[in-house]
């Protein structure tokens, strides 16, 4: 009986290490205020739109 107890926490453990893996990765992503930046910086958008994009994202 004991032995079961045992399994079932190992389980828990290992359930629980696995879902913060994921968890983690998906916020490796950029930000959208990095986003556009970047496609600033690559010339994708002027000046102008940047600065409009910005705008609407800070409101």
């Known amino acids: 009986m004991m032995f079961l107890f045992w399994i079932i926490i190992g389980f828990g453990i290992y359930y629980l290490y696995t879902n913060r893996e ?3 990765q998906a916020d490796n992503r950029p930000s959208a205020e990095d986003q556009l930046k970047e ?3 690559n010339g994708e958008i002027d000046t102008e739109t940047y600065r ?3 705008k609407a994202l800070n409101e």
């Open 22 to 24: 994921q968890s983690v």
């Open 52 to 54: 409009h994009i910005l």
């Open 39 to 41: 496609r600033y910086v």
